[in-house]
T-cell receptor, first 112, second 112 residues
Framework: KAGVTQTPRYLIKTRGQQVTLSCSPI?????VSWYQQTPGQGLQFLFE???????NKGNFPGRFSGRQFSNSRSEMNVSTLELGDSALYLC???????????FGSGTRLTVV | GEDVEQSLFLSVREGDSSVINCTYT??????LYWYKQEPGAGLQLLTY?????DMKQDQRLTVLLNKKDKHLSLRIADTQTGDSAIYFC????????????FGQGTTLQVKP
């Protein structure tokens, strides 16, 4: 079966712009989580959605937001981009909370 | 608080066993995970263990959990050059959450 699909794979944006990243979970998975990976901070939790509801949120500023649609697909948005937002953004999905989370290949965002 | 610690680097010879160690602080952690990340890729779930288990074996992989010391290890038998990657340990706390706390990752170098 298809894995977790993230689009686009690569993005280059300018400071001050906004960006939307997309994640399609494995079919049937209703839990979707987002993580930011940087060399300095490692892997940090952004937020988690389940059945269109945000269930948890990490310690990121309000410029980071997300949503989940009725088909479980999820998007995250970053407004007013800063250089420090350059990172690999990873999405993960799970059939049930706690069991193995399957990650996508990520979207590499570069802010210039 | 929540914190996961790993050693940063491990070098082994092909054919040897590798043991990657991890310590965590949240005694209420319910699931613990091992992920593998190859260059330019997302995270691949290797295995996970529920907190009421001491050991889990899956082909060349053996996970040992010492709840008293909050210590988790991943043993890779007959390590191959294709096992060279970064290995992340992660914990999931109690409650209805999909938030994972990751360690900083251990780079495994396998020499031929």
């Amino acid at each position: 079966k298809a894995g977790v699909t993230q689009t686009p794979r690569y993005l280059i944006k300018t400071r001050g712009q906004q960006v939307t990243l997309s994640c399609s979970p494995i079919s049937g998975h209703r839990s979707v989580s987002w993580y930011q990976q940087t060399p300095g901070q490692g892997l940090q939790f952004l937020f988690e959605y389940f059945s269109e509801t945000q269930r948890n949120k990490g310690n990121f500023p309000g410029r980071f937001s997300g949503r989940q649609f009725s088909n479980s697909r999820s998007e995250m948005n970053v407004s007013t981009l800063e250089l420090g937002d350059s990172a690999l953004y990873l999405c993960a999905s799970s059939l049930r909370t706690g069991e193995g989370y399957t990650f996508g290949s990520g979207t590499r965002l570069t802010v210039v | 608080g929540e914190d996961v610690e790993q050693s940063l680097f491990l070098s082994v010879r092909e054919g040897d066993s590798s043991v990657i160690n991890c310590t965590y602080t949240d005694s209420s952690s319910t699931y613990l995970y091992w992920y593998k990340q190859e260059p330019g890729a997302g995270l691949q779930l290797l295995t996970y263990i529920f907190s009421n288990m001491d050991m889990k074996q899956d082909q060349r992989l053996t996970v040992l959990l010492n709840k008293k010391d909050k210590h988790l290890s991943l043993r890779i038998a007959d390590t191959q050059t294709g096992d060279s990657a970064i290995y992340f340990c992660a914990e999931r706390g109690s409650g209805n959450t999909g938030k994972l706390i990751f360690g900083q990752g251990t780079t495994l170098q396998v020499k031929p």
